[in-house]
């Protein structure tokens, strides 16, 4: 058997599409789990829209995704090779130059090249979808190439997948209703057949096909909101494939040995933020600290004057037990563990209720008894809570723990006070308490 050879054809006309990184990725894994190679070709052979600055946008995101490729190509590169395959169909009778209007210049004559279309059924065995038949009758004699030394999409795409022995095209479903033509063009030259997979559309939560209108479309888009490469990889493979069990959690190596194309499905593949999220979160679970630190943006917080190493690998957890993706880091939720929070007296009050006389009482007692406590109690969440709550139970849970909560962090919301504590240390706690004594007139 031929050495099985995939690849993803990105035309370089906008950034790297979501759907161009998902067929990148059905590509890869294909080929890696057959031994194969895994190409990229860039399809810019239109000039006007093509830019390089898309070309490097592609090729940096399929990098970042860790989708090596084994060979890299230009189609603009190969165009002797098609000039060549049109002087041969045209030789063959297969194709011939037929002067028409021009559809871009009114009034202007241009002689482009058809092909001789034999009009027949085409059957092709489709990896997902089975046979496939399409009558090319109603197709006509299409156009393969704007003159003899400017072909078209079709032309081009058949002759740069037989040069390159493609053993499989796999691709987007928007593209089956171009492959009787393709077909009919490799046929006219001879040559043989790729096997074909069409992967299901990536729509919605509409179920229409997915669009700018839907959110972010772009790899870039994704890298920015703070979702790591393993988790978009992973969420990516999981549209429109599953696994043989109930497994959802997947690096590229397990992706690599799990992935089967016969389990992709027909229909269309709902793209949803939410599960995306859900993944993200598995992944970043696994990070080890460090790796966790780097994905963090904690310019803001290193800056601040109680910062310290020691103290920040304390407040981690807390943070990682929260997001689900690094880009939901707001630094101004942790911010008040490194400086002084700054606060309204009148926030003190459970509820906003009550009275601030009792509030004070009761921050004296807690201030009180938490002097008391030893250094081995402080570093205990379990102990500094027995320690007060008796006393909290006997006059109302809320209106003890919410000013001591408060005045710790200056937030409406933020861990309990039992979780800030022993962070914070016994001198800073008690200094944040006085604080908040001393406004209370
Ligand atoms: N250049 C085409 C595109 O960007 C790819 C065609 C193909 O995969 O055959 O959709």
Excluded at 69 to 97: C, F, M, P, V, W
Aim: proline share 3%; with cysteine; net charge negative.
């Amino acid at each position: 058997m031929n050495k099985i050879r995939t690849r993803i054809a990105p035309s370089p006309t906008g950034v790297l599409h979501m759907g161009t990184a998902r067929t990148a990725l059905v590509n890869y894994l294909f080929a890696k789990k057959m031994g194969g190679e895994f190409l990229i070709r860039i399809e810019d052979t239109d000039k006007e829209r093509s830019t390089k600055e898309f070309e490097t946008n592609i090729l940096d995101g399929l990098d970042w995704l860790g989708l090596q490729h084994d060979a890299l190509s230009r189609q603009s590169e190969d165009l002797k090779h098609h000039t060549d395959a049109i002087a041969k169909l045209i030789e063959s009778g297969a194709a011939y130059e037929s002067e028409e209007d021009s559809k871009r210049e009114e009034g202007k004559k241009v002689t482009i090249v058809r092909l001789k279309n034999p009009g027949k059924k085409i059957t092709f065995n489709d990896l997902i979808r089975g046979d496939v038949t399409f009558d090319t009758t109603d197709l006509g004699d299409f156009v393969i190439a704007r003159s003899v030394t400017d072909p078209l999409y079709h032309l081009a795409v058949v002759v740069d997948d037989e040069r390159s022995k493609i053993t499989h095209v796999i691709r987007g479903e928007d593209h089956i209703s171009n492959t009787p033509r393709q077909i009919l063009i490799q046929e006219a030259l001879g040559y043989e057949r790729p096997l074909y997979a069409h992967l299901p559309l990536i729509l919605g939560e509409d179920k229409s096909k997915l669009s700018k209108r839907h959110g972010a479309t772009s790899v870039d888009d994704y890298k920015e909101m703070g979702y790591t490469k393993d988790a978009f990889l992973n969420y990516l493979a999981l549209l429109g494939w599953h696994p043989t069990d109930e497994q959802e959690i997947f690096t590229l190596v397990e992706l690599v040995k799990e992935f089967d194309i016969a389990r992709v499905q027909k229909g269309g593949a709902i793209f949803s933020v939410e599960k995306l999220d859900w993944i993200n979160k598995h992944h970043i679970e696994k990070l080890s600290d460090e790796a966790y630190f780097v994905g963090l943006d904690l310019s803001e917080i290193i800056t601040l004057p109680q910062y310290s190493d020691e103290r920040m690998s304390m407040v981690l957890p807390l943070v990682r037990e929260r997001l689900h993706k690094f880009g939901d880091f707001e630094h101004e939720e942790i911010a008040f563990f490194f400086d002084t929070p700054t606060y309204k007296t009148e926030n003190l009050l459970f509820k906003g209720k009550g009275d601030i006389a009792d509030t004070k009482k009761h921050l004296e007692h807690v201030r009180k008894t938490l002097s008391e406590l030893g250094n081995d109690a402080w570093s205990d969440t379990e102990v500094l809570k027995a320690s007060i709550w008796d006393y909290a139970s006997e006059v109302g849970r809320g209106d003890v723990l919410w000013p001591l909560r408060y005045c710790l962090s200056g937030r409406d919301k933020s861990p309990d006070p039992f979780t800030i504590l022993p962070i914070l240390g016994k001198e800073e706690s008690l200094k944040r308490i006085d604080t908040a004594l001393e406004d209370i007139v």
